[in-house]
């Protein structure tokens, strides 16, 4: 009998809290109108907030379930400049050779091969090269084929690698500025302290570490030293073991001088490419 009175007494309240619940307000996407929640639209919108992953899975769901060629391609191309713009080469330069080898004819074209050459040289030295001269083949007159040769050409400098032939503006002022301000390879320079290497801590002076040249020049000293008297006593098996030392401290000396050398050098480069800020590539 309880339940039965429980039952109607659910039964004759239910409809009296139903009409007491609110009505929700539809949900609306945040900073979003209704007119940009629209298929690319939607996605330019997410990555001018910032949201570059959602946009490059928008990208990737209009190239799947959009009817629209035209979409289909801009989605392809997005998705590799997003790839790239993430920092993901490896991944845009997969997609960019998608997007090449299905749209060939593509107004695109141009910039995925540009974006293409920056890709591959971030994952390889000297990566952009294949790129470059395909820009150069097939689209003389594009800007991006100009921003891929100085991006390329900067790229070079950057390494401390051989610069090719300086052809525009902006290459041969890049290149006046290193041969002003670094007439000597890295090569040159580490062979130079190298040889000087040969007069003990002359080299580590020549490369800046003073203090190291201090200690190879005393620990020489009294190598050559011990060398002198054993050999004036005759004492030929330490006169082997002194010689032998003072040849390896020379021998690690040089090579530490060569290395020091050369990786000042490169830093000294980097310094001044990072300082010349209206030399530094751009994309068009």
Same mark, same amino acid.
């Given at each position: 009998m309880r339940v039965l009175l429980l039952l109607l007494a659910v039964i004759l309240t239910g409809p009296v809290y139903a009409e007491e619940l609110p009505s929700l307000p539809p949900v609306v996407t945040p900073s979003l109108s209704e007119d940009v929640a629209?298929?690319?639209?939607?996605?330019e919108k997410l990555e001018e907030q910032g949201e570059v992953r959602g946009a490059l899975i928008e990208w990737q769901r209009i190239i799947y379930e959009s009817d629209d060629l035209d979409e289909q391609e801009k989605a392809a191309f997005n998705v590799a400049r997003l790839y790239q713009k993430l920092g993901e080469y490896g991944?845009?330069?997969?997609?960019s050779q998608r997007f090449i080898k299905k749209y060939p004819e593509s107004d695109y074209t141009p910039e995925v091969l540009y974006r293409m050459s920056v890709a591959a040289e971030k994952l390889k030295d000297n990566g952009a090269a294949?790129?470059?001269?395909d820009l150069r083949s097939n689209h003389p007159?594009?800007?991006?084929? *100009? =921003?891929a040769e100085y991006h390329y050409y900067w790229q070079r400098a950057k390494s401390g690698s051989f610069l090719p032939d300086a052809n525009g503006v902006s290459q041969r002022e890049l290149k006046h500025r290193l041969d002003t301000h670094l007439p000597r390879s890295p090569k040159a320079?580490?062979?130079? *302290? =190298?040889?000087?290497?040969?007069?003990?801590?002359?080299?580590l002076v020549y490369a800046g570490e003073w203090q190291t040249a201090l200690g190879v020049m005393l620990a020489s000293a009294l190598l050559a030293w011990a060398l002198w008297h054993a050999l004036r006593h005759r004492h030929i098996p330490y006169a082997a073991i002194w010689g032998v030392l003072l040849l390896t401290l020379l021998f690690l000396s040089m090579a530490r001088a060569y290395h020091i050398a050369e990786d000042n050098h490169h830093k000294k480069r980097l310094q001044l490419l990072m300082a010349?800020?209206?030399?530094?590539?751009?994309?068009?």
């Open positions: 629209t298929d690319t639209l939607f996605a991944k845009a330069l997969n997609f294949f790129y470059v001269q007159d594009s800007k991006w084929t *100009a =921003a320079q580490a062979r130079i *302290a =190298a040889t000087l290497s040969v007069l003990p801590g002359v080299g010349w800020e209206d030399l530094y590539p751009l994309e068009p």
